[in-house]
């Protein structure tokens, strides 16, 4: 830009706000003025230099007309103090007669139809051109028809009809497209694009955090809930088996980084927009792509308990943002509506209680093939308790086995298998993986990691024959340690 272009505008201001237009009133009466300067380049010229913080545009209300007008900003002062403000003369007026009453609202009231719909066509295909968010699209289409209405009332003065007043003050801005095309090159700057993903960063850290908080209760309570379930269920003869193991719990996590995502995506896209100025349609695809890396390289390094659900839900996360991008909020959207609340709540609740059916129904007298027949009644229990040498040794003992009744007892440990949401006792395992007397200790880490281990209390009654007292479901060892996703692809693939 003309650094004599910039100075005569800060000169313009030097003694107070001013209007676009009036800016164009007052640059069309100094003699001397750049032949580059016109008026269809006047408002580029005007948000170039309030994007470098020159001057800086505010709106201002007089006579119930809400304007939007411009003053010299601390960078404009220290570039005039540095440069010298400029000596101007001005033909056919002093530096205040130029600060007339503007004629915009006198046209509103006396022009008729034609003139406001020109001047409307022209405004409209103008907003069709500007590739600006709708806050910043909207105030720019404002000033243009402000410019318009006080141009047509000073051409009027001139003996112009109205309608010839529209048609020349259309013709000196120059085609529309061309005009918004200009505009949106003047305020689509690179600060202002780090300024929006700056903020769209730290709203999406927000929104992430909020949903991270919500979901963590939720994480927090599950054990609690699917232990009532379990035990609500058994009332009515259904037996529920909830595995509890670091995998179920760190799936239950990934669930909540779901909604974290999601919610951080949808509600960060249009602080980006603002305060970059763009559209949505603009940043949208460039912001899904960036959230989307940031959150792969996140879940490629997250130390996790894995297994291929775990893996799956891992991977989800990134897509979460992404979808929440494209569903982001709207302008006059509530952050999280109703039905979005309902949907991610009953989502949220099948991720956390049977996450891949891992929420299991068994028949609690079921006995695995190699064992004998069950005792006609039986009030026996298994009490666990874990040993301080690690988390894998237990010593397993019984509670309610009336010694005189049963002779030689033996806790055996049954490999299961799977059938959707049932489990039951393998039924192709002809003796038990291991065997040891009530009260004995018992290393999980034996067993295939993650798995369910059908436990069985068998014992020699008065008739001299086997039976089968006591059945239950119990977790093997927890998991394999923690890896990240690497790694685990790594071992795997």
Not at 454 to 465: F, H, I, N
Request: with cysteine; aromatic share 8%; proline share 5%.
């Amino acid at each position: 830009m003309d650094d004599k272009v910039t100075r005569l505008i800060l000169e313009a201001l030097r003694d107070g706000d001013r209007s676009g237009y009036e800016v164009w009133r007052w640059l069309n009466r100094v003699r001397g003025v750049p032949e580059g300067l016109t008026e269809a380049n006047l408002y580029p010229i005007l948000y170039t230099l309030e994007a470098r913080r020159v001057i800086r545009g505010d709106s201002r209300e007089a006579e119930g007309v809400t304007r939007r007008v411009y003053r010299v900003a601390g960078r404009g002062i220290d570039l005039a103090t540095k440069q010298g403000w400029v000596a101007v003369t001005l033909h056919g007026a002093t530096r205040s007669s130029t600060q007339t009453t503007l004629a915009g609202p006198d046209v509103q009231a006396a022009a008729d139809g034609n003139v406001q719909s020109a001047l409307g066509e022209y405004v409209s295909k103008l907003e069709a051109g500007l590739r600006l968010s709708s806050d910043h699209l909207s105030n720019v289409a404002i000033e243009i028809r402000d410019h318009l209405g006080d141009s047509v009332g000073d051409i009027a003065k001139s003996g112009s009809s109205y309608s010839e007043a529209a048609a020349e003050a259309v013709a000196r801005l120059g085609p529309p497209e061309t005009l918004a095309e200009a505009i949106s090159l003047a305020q689509l700057t690179r600060r202002r694009l780090l300024r929006g993903i700056r903020f769209g960063g730290y709203q999406a850290v927000l929104a992430g955090t909020i949903g991270l908080g919500g979901g963590g209760l939720a994480v927090l309570l599950t054990p609690y809930i699917a232990r009532s379930l379990a035990d609500a269920a058994a009332t009515v003869g259904v037996h529920l088996y909830v595995p509890e193991t670091a995998e179920w719990r760190d799936q239950q996590f990934m669930a909540i980084f779901w909604l974290a995502a999601f919610m951080a995506g949808r509600i960060s896209l249009p602080r980006v927009a603002i305060e970059s100025w763009r559209t949505e349609a603009d940043v949208k695809v460039p912001w899904a792509l960036g959230g989307v890396a940031i959150l792969a390289l996140v879940v490629l390094l997250v130390p996790a308990a894995l297994d291929f659900l775990v893996v799956v839900s891992l991977l989800g996360v990134p897509l979460a943002f992404a979808v929440g991008v494209w569903r982001c909020q709207g302008a006059i959207d509530d952050p999280i509506s109703k039905r979005g609340a309902a949907s991610a709540a009953l989502l949220l609740a099948v991720l956390l209680l049977t996450p891949g059916f891992r929420t299991f129904a068994f028949d609690a007298g079921a006995v695995p093939p190699g064992n004998p027949s069950p005792a006609a009644s039986s009030t026996m229990s298994f009490t666990w308790t874990q040993t301080e040498s690690g988390a894998s040794l237990w010593h397993v003992g019984v509670d309610g086995l009336d010694v005189n009744l049963w002779h030689d007892p033996a806790i055996e440990f049954w490999t299961t298998q799977k059938q959707g949401p049932l489990i039951s006792p393998d039924d192709r395992a002809t003796r038990p993986t291991l065997v040891i007397a009530p009260g004995g200790g018992v290393d999980l880490t034996i067993f295939p990691t993650a798995s369910d281990l059908w436990v069985t209390l068998t014992a020699t009654g008065s008739d001299g024959q086997r039976h089968t007292l006591h059945s239950e479901l119990h977790a093997g060892p927890p998991s394999s340690g923690l890896n990240d996703l690497l790694g685990w692809i790594r071992d795997h693939f």
